[in-house]
């Protein structure tokens, strides 16, 4: 579908790259979750949960590869998959900054979206984003999500409480959109 990345599993060599991640500021004032000071010790063992989670079909984490590199640029995930209503929740990082603004979040969400309709049998794909993430917004609302509603002050972050809006798109518009 796209030529310049590509998604693969996250593997236990991918701790050093989402440790990074993790413990940025400026990633971190992006995604919903609290900001947490992590170990090595504590990403390895995260890491370790997030493979047996995607050999356990509980949740799936993919690196985003850019064409002729070997080091991930971020990652996109579908967690909280209901098999019997055929639904999950997605998100997405692109922890490397110099890659942002590249497309490359758009191109992995599309491939993420096609592989849980395509081949996990899904049917509806959540996403829940921070009201001042215009980033995310624009990603979403560029791939035909829609906006489903908002929790108030749902998020303390940054020593104030935040909006939290929650997106969705069912399977036939993703692949009216495409």
């Not at 990074?20 to 504590?42: H, Y």
């Not at 967690?79 to 992995?108: F, P, W």
């Not at 997106?167 to 495409?178: D, P, T």
Request: proline share 1%.
């Amino acid at each position: 579908m796209f030529t310049g990345i590509r998604l693969r599993a996250i593997t236990s060599e991918d701790a050093q790259y989402t440790l990074a991640w993790r413990n940025s500021d400026e990633i971190n004032s992006s995604i919903v979750g609290q900001k947490r000071f992590v170990s090595p010790e504590t990403e390895s063992r995260w890491v370790d949960m997030a493979i047996s989670d995607h050999e356990g079909d509980k949740a799936y984490r993919f690196m985003i590869i850019v064409d002729g590199q070997s080091a991930p640029v971020g990652m996109v995930y579908l967690n909280r998959i209901s098999r019997v209503n055929r639904t999950a929740v997605t998100g997405i990082m692109i922890g490397d900054l110099e890659h942002r603004g590249k497309g490359y979040a758009s191109q992995a969400t599309i491939l993420l979206l096609d592989y849980a309709f395509h081949e996990l049998g899904l049917h509806s794909i959540r996403a829940n984003i921070l009201s001042y993430n215009e980033a995310s917004l624009k990603l979403y609302m560029s791939l035909g999500f829609k906006e489903e509603g908002c929790q108030r002050d749902a998020i303390f972050k940054g020593g104030r409480f935040h909006d939290l809006l929650m997106f969705s798109i069912l399977e036939h518009e993703f692949y009216e959109q495409v």
